[in-house]
């Protein structure tokens, strides 16, 4: 059997434009930080191309150590900035800060990891490699959604979900703001491109 924690985990599901507040359980990750516009900025390809190949190494070691076969997650990035509305209304992306991650199964180890990333090392080498860490992101109560759409028409949805429905429900915005992207960019229509908005939230 080959596990899809997209299908296994609620944390993963969403429908289109509808806000959902969901408990997000300690997920594992591979995570590269850096800072810049997404576009333009060859730091943040240079991260995603480091993570892929660890990603990859992991689930061949997991099938063939550990007899446990799972479906490489999807790309997933975490965004900041100083001034949160260079993120969320001005869309300043030279101002952004992010993590690009991929979710890894609980079983994975710290020393499988340092395995997997020496086998890359011997191989492709991504210039990013050494930036690549395994870490557990803790974010518990978020609320979430579903868009579909353009990265860059994503405004209006997070407006709605910051300023409307996060403190209508008696809650305020914690942690940072997180997304999942279902859709690989180069392959899918902007229109079609499937991606849940995600942010942690706490009682206010």
């Known amino acids: 059997m080959k596990t899809d924690f ?3 985990l ?3 599901k969403a429908r289109h434009h509808k806000f959902r507040i969901v408990d997000v359980p300690p997920l594992q990750y591979l995570m590269a930080d850096g800072h810049g516009d997404p576009n ?3 730091e943040y390809a240079d991260a995603i191309a480091a993570l892929y190949p660890v990603a990859y190494k992991l689930k061949f070691a997991s099938k063939q150590e550990l007899g446990r076969d799972y479906v490489v997650m999807p790309l997933e990035a975490l965004w900041w900035a100083a001034d949160m509305d260079a993120f969320t209304v001005e869309r300043d992306k030279s101002q952004w800060d992010w993590t690009v991650m991929i979710m890894v199964p609980d079983w994975i180890t710290r020393d499988m990891f340092n395995t997997a ?3 890359v090392a011997t191989s492709s080498r991504p210039i990013s490699l050494d930036k690549v860490r395994l870490e557990t ?4 109560k978020c609320v979430q959604t579903l868009h579909v759409g353009s990265y860059d028409d994503e405004t209006e949805i997070l407006s709605e979900m910051h300023h409307e429905f996060i403190p209508h429900s008696g809650l305020r915005m914690t942690g940072k703001h997180h997304e999942i992207y279902f859709s690989d960019f180069r392959k899918v229509a902007p229109s079609k491109l499937r991606t849940i908005l995600r942010q942690p939230v706490e009682e206010a």
């Open 40 to 42: 333009t900025a060859t």
């Open 6 to 8: 997209k299908k296994a």
């Open 137 to 140: 992101l803790r974010e518990g």
């Open 117 to 119: 990333v020496a086998r």
């Open 10 to 12: 609620d944390s993963y």
